[in-house]
Each structure stands twice: as structure tokens, then as C-alpha cells.
């Protein structure tokens, strides 16, 4: 396999509105990110990305870009963006940009222009068609509830949309809007951005003909993805887009990408695929509800883990996947994959250290190294989430109580990662020194960084062992390149597979059940390399509930 710059990096999502507020408007900025370039530094961190920057009304938080070419104020100016580059460059690290390409704002001039004249020339940046009968072209429901299609007044006709009605999509069949955006990519690159994660990328390829598909919930509509999977040729926009950007910079590029056809795995990320890498959703994905979060079935250890071990085992003949336990759309993974027992210290730093030594590359979320958790919600206001209200909505009109339907919410909500970071335990958890954006998460005077720094008991300092074990001289290469296999998978509640390579082997186990375990022997233990244990690490198989331990071993 041909080795990458970016194969042996560890990379940490920023998400920037929840970060550190220097100005007291209660909203991350990117002064902020700067000054805590040296605790990434410490974390072990290579790559930051930063969830979008760029101009924006923020109707989905920044996913809905006005101008490509512009930093929006809440963040800051192009020169601190310029800044935190240099900066970054100093620390030998590298930044990348949220690139969201399948749609823009309302409020972007393409789409004003196109409004304007809706037979005009950037009436064709859209997808703009005429209703039938006076109803929408199709009936296709959008990701954020109701229609896919929204009727521009007046005029009989309808633009597209497969977010919310404020993010209209971009017709990538016309050349024009393809070469834009290929400028505008380009753009960034030479400013000295190592690259892009790309967002919702795999909903660029649309039917043409906007057909129907069978209604799937009370609303007669049908879910925008029946088209995504239903379409093909998605390969030949992504190949062009690569080829006309990616390519000429050595770019890292990281596609969020749900509904790939299976066979296509090469295609995306095998050798000179169309991304560097994908993120891994495999075990996101088993919450799937059938209609929303309200029947979203429960995550048991077996399935969440027999989806690890089958995605590691899939992509390991192919590239390389980028893993997560949680980004800024899901809930927090510690209350999320962990048992009620294990949703403590112990069991953050031994979910941590299962999902940071798989095959690929690690993703840290902001906040996972400290451990957090999901938030305690008391009301609907609470929430600022576009796709959390949606969800609301959507709960109370299955039949749902208002109280159950928070609870949906709680335990769901893409909120429950936007809660700003608590850095202290002083006034708003020295996030801000105004009002936060959004609440702070409730047990923040106990859960903060500033707590964590100097205690080596800590997650913090946990993460910081995990991290720098995975790039040690020693260690890197079978870190980095070492072949998968799942271990014990008889054991019902132990989580454990072994990185082997050349004459290395080793074993990551960690025990997610209520008990002690002692595991049969089939591997000597030479040397333990790490271990969540308090005490000194013995040279035992023996687990007890959220052991977790990474040891140098041999076959028995
Ligand atoms: C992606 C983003 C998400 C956003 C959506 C629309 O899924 O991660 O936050 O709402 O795309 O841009």
C-alpha cells in the first residue's frame, strides 16, 4: 500500500461556535482555537478540522455558507484565520475546512440571482422545476422534515432542497457551478489549508427526473435517500471534482458519506480513491430509527461491536476509514455506546482507547478527551438544533407525550455535542464571559479541563498516554499499518482485537461488562504498553468491569 502523509496522524474536530468565546458574545471564535493550539499540541493532535467558518445565518449552525470566500464575523476575521495557520505551521500541525458543496445558503448571491430571474442563468445553479398540478415536482421528503421542494412564489415553480428550505442544493451538472466551486477549493488550498472534510457529499448526484417513490410515513412523502441510493454515477462528479482540485495539493480529504453502494468502497478510498478517507459509520448507523429518533432502536455491545469488526475487517483489503465515537450530529458516545455501569472515568478512557487504536484514522471529538456526556435537557427551548426541533415535531406526531418526546430529544440530540466546552469550573466554565450561545453542559463544574490538566488519574491525561503510545517511534508502524483481528468474540461483554505486524502483536482488550473476567489464554502477555487500570498494570488477563488494557503479546 502506497504510504500517505496523513496515514499515521491523529486528528481532533473543532467545532468552532462551542469552543472558546474570546470576546464575550458567547460564541466560539478563532482567537480561541489559537490559544489552545498547545493543549492539541499536547493531545497528540495533527490535523485540526474546524466545522464551518465561512459567512453564514447559521440556520443549520454554518452548514448553510452565504459566501465561500469570507470568515464569518462571530469567528473572527480573515486575518485570525491566516493567523491560525501560521500558527498551526509552527506547531507541525495541519488544518482542515469543512467544505459543504451539495448546497449553500439562501442568502448566497447565486441563489438571490436565481430567485430573481428564475429562467436565468443561475436559475441553473439550482434545481429549479415546475410543480405538478400545483403540487411540489416530486414527492421526496428532506432530511430536516417536510418537503424536498419549495414553491419560489409567484412564478409555479419550485427549487430543491434536500436539507433544510434555507440550503438549496447546487446543480452539479452544470459545468459552471462545478467550475466555481472547483476555483473557490483551490482558492483555499493555496492559502495553505491541507485539505477538506466534505460534507454530505454523496447527495451531489440527483435522478434528473425528480421521480416519486412510495410513500414512507403519515406525511405521503418519502425519504430523500431512496434517490441517493437509487441514482448512480456519483464516481464520475467526485473523480472530476478530485482531479480538478485534491490532486494538484497532495490534499487530505475525508467524505462524510452515508448510502454508498457497497462495491463502490474502492472507488471512494482504495488507492487514488476519490477521498483520502471516509468517515466510518457503522456503528452510528445501527440507531437508525425507521421514522425518526422516536423509534430508534437501542445499540446492544454485540451489534456495536460486531459493526466495528466488520467494518475493520471490510476496509483493511481496501484503505483506510477515519473512526469516531461522536462528532457534532451525534449524541455523546460515552452515553451512548457505554453500558449505565461503565458511564464513569474509567469507562470514557476504555471506549477511548478501543476506538483510537482500530485501523484507521482516529477522529477525537471536542470535549471526548475530558469525557463528556450527553446534557440533562428540561425543555424544548433549550435546544437550538434545527434537526432536534424537526425531530420534535415529528415525535409528538407519532403520538408521543411532550415529555417523551424531550426525552427522545435528550438522548438523541446533535445538542448534546454543541454544548460548549467547560475549560474551568469558574462562572460559564471559562467558556465565555458573556452568555453562551447554547447551555453549558450541567455537570461542567465537575467535568472541565482545568480540573483534568494536572491530575494523571484524569481522562485528559489518559487521552494524552493513548495518543502518544499510538505514535511512539516504537509503536506507530503497527499502529498505523498493523493487519486487524478481532479477538475473544465468544466473550459476550469484552471488546478486544489485536494489531498484528511482521512479528508484532498487539492485544487491545477491554471488558464492558458488569463483572470480572478472566480470558483464556491464548495470548501470552510480554509487556503491558497501557492500561486504565489505577494501579500498576500486572501481566493478566484478568478484567475486571472497564478494564481496559493494550499489551505487547504472542500467540500461546
Ligand atoms: C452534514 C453535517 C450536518 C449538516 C448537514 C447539512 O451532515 O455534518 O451538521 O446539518 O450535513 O449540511
Not at 459566501?67 to 507541525?92: N, P, Q, S, V
Not at 434555507?166 to 477549493?185: F, K, S
Not at 476496509?315 to 449524541?331: C, L, S, T
Request: hydrophobic content about 40%; charged content about 25%; overall charge negative.
Amino acid at each position: 500500500m502506497l504510504r500517505k502523509w496523513w496515514h499515521d496522524k491523529i486528528a481532533y474536530q473543532i467545532y468552532p461556535k462551542s469552543f472558546l468565546d474570546t470576546n464575550g458574545d458567547g460564541i466560539g471564535d478563532l482567537p480561541g482555537i489559537i490559544s489552545k493550539l498547545d493543549y492539541l499540541k499536547a493531545l497528540g493532535v495533527d490535523i485540526i478540522w474546524l466545522s464551518p467558518i465561512y459567512q453564514s445565518p447559521f440556520v443549520d449552525q454554518g452548514y448553510d455558507i452565504a459566501d465561500y470566500y469570507a470568515i464569518a464575523e462571530e469567528f473572527g476575521t480573515m486575518e485570525d484565520f491566516d493567523a491560525l495557520l501560521a500558527e498551526t505551521k509552527k506547531r507541525d500541525m495541519a488544518v482542515i475546512m469543512d467544505l459543504v458543496i451539495n448546497h449553500c445558503s439562501d442568502k448566497h448571491i447565486w441563489f438571490q440571482k436565481a430567485l430573481a430571474d428564475p429562467e436565468g442563468e443561475y436559475a441553473d445553479y439550482f434545481y429549479i422545476r415546475d410543480g405538478k398540478d400545483g403540487c411540489p415536482p416530486s414527492n421526496l421528503r428532506s432530511y430536516f422534515g417536510g418537503s424536498c421542494w419549495e414553491p419560489i412564489p409567484g412564478t409555479g415553480k419550485y427549487y430543491f432542497h434536500m436539507f433544510a428550505k434555507e440550503q438549496p442544493d447546487l446543480n452539479w451538472e452544470n459545468p459552471a457551478v462545478r467550475h466555481e466551486l472547483y476555483a473557490m477549493i483551490n482558492w483555499w488550498l493555496e492559502k495553505g489549508l491541507a485539505g477538506f472534510r466534505i460534507d454530505a457529499i454523496i447527495n451531489i448526484k440527483k435522478d434528473l427526473d425528480f421521480p416519486s417513490f412510495a410513500p414512507d410515513g403519515p406525511d405521503g412523502l418519502a425519504a430523500c435517500w431512496k434517490m441517493v441510493d437509487s441514482v448512480n454515477g456519483v464516481g464520475d462528479l467526485l473523480e472530476d471534482l478530485k482531479n480538478h482540485t485534491f490532486r494538484h495539493y497532495n490534499a487530505f480529504t475525508v467524505g462524510e458519506v452515508f448510502n454508498m453502494k457497497e462495491a463502490e468502497l474502492p472507488a471512494f478510498i482504495g488507492e487514488d480513491g476519490h477521498f483520502s478517507t471516509i468517515f466510518d459509520f457503522s456503528a452510528h448507523c445501527l440507531s437508525n430509527g425507521e421514522h425518526g429518533w422516536y423509534d430508534a432502536p437501542p445499540i446492544s455491545f454485540e451489534n456495536w461491536r460486531r459493526a466495528i469488526f466488520e467494518s475493520q475487517l471490510k476496509v483493511q483489503k481496501v484503505g483506510f476509514e477515519a473512526n469516531i465515537i461522536e462528532n457534532h450530529d451525534e449524541p455523546r458516545g460515552v452515553s451512548r455506546f457505554l453500558p449505565a455501569w461503565a458511564q464513569n472515568d474509567a469507562g470514557a478512557k476504555m471506549l477511548g482507547t478501543v476506538s483510537l487504536l482500530l485501523r484507521g484514522i482516529p477522529f477525537i471529538y471536542q470535549g471526548q478527551e475530558l469525557g463528556m456526556t450527553n446534557n440533562n435537557w428540561h425543555s424544548i427551548d433549550e435546544f437550538e438544533d434545527i434537526n432536534t426541533l424537526d425531530q420534535y415535531r415529528t415525535a409528538l406526531e407519532a403520538g408521543l407525550s411532550e415529555e417523551e418526546a424531550l426525552a427522545v430529544c435528550a438522548r438523541c440530540s446533535r445538542d448534546n455535542a454543541r454544548t460548549p466546552i467547560p475549560w474551568t469550573d469558574g462562572p460559564c466554565a471559562g467558556f465565555t464571559t458573556g452568555t453562551p450561545w447554547l447551555p453549558l453542559n450541567e455537570n461542567a463544574s465537575a467535568l472541565n479541563a482545568a480540573s483534568q490538566e494536572n491530575d494523571p488519574a484524569s481522562t485528559l491525561s489518559y487521552y494524552r498516554r493513548l495518543t502518544a503510545l499510538r505514535k511512539s517511534q516504537e509503536w506507530r508502524e503497527v499502529f498505523t499499518y498493523g493487519r486487524f483481528e478481532p479477538a475473544y468474540e465468544d466473550e459476550p461483554a469484552i471488546m478486544a482485537y489485536c494489531r498484528v505486524m511482521d512479528g508484532t502483536r498487539v492485544l487491545v482488550a477491554a471488558n464492558f461488562g458488569r463483572d470480572t473476567v478472566t480470558l483464556r489464554p491464548d495470548y501470552t502477555i510480554k509487556r503491558v504498553l497501557l492500561s486504565n487500570r489505577p494501579t500498576e498494570p500486572e501481566n493478566t488477563l484478568t478484567l475486571k468491569s472497564c478494564d481496559v488494557i493494550v499489551a505487547e503479546c504472542c500467540l500461546s
